[in-house]
């Protein structure tokens, strides 16, 4: 072993990350995005993420420092959750690109919506609970 050999992979990163996620991460994701498609913010949330996918890991850390303080107003285990998931180098990128591939019409036709408009299938189960809600 030479004497730099030791330093060659010290600040190497993963070439192929694991984009595998676990089905609870998978739901809390699907979750997310279903939020975000009900409210119309595709094209804003696509931009953040995007912009700060250099910030991600920064932005975990943030998330363990104020975890103590935003527990009390928030849930701590989804806190712990998406501080973990922020210290993943692909984290924003599969979040981006799960947005954008559900964002595009193509999977906002596969509806059980009766009147077969354009909306996603989280968002076609929450109005006919909405509507259900009415009567």
Known sequence: MTPLS????????????????????DALLNRLICEVMRRKLEVPALMLLEMGRPL????AQVLHFVQPIAGCLFNANELQFWAS???????????????????????????????NSP???????????GSRMDN
């Open 6 to 25: 030791w330093l060659k992979n010290a600040f190497a990163l993963d070439a192929s990350p694991g984009s595998e996620v676990s089905p609870e991460v």
């Open 56 to 59: 991600g890991n920064l932005s």
């Open 85 to 115: 998931f922020l210290e993943r180098s692909d984290a924003l990128k599969l979040l981006a690109d799960r947005l954008e591939s559900q964002a595009r019409p193509s999977y906002c036709m596969q509806t059980s919506h009766p009147a």
């Open 119 to 129: 909306e996603p299938a989280c968002l076609a189960e929450s109005l006919s609970e």
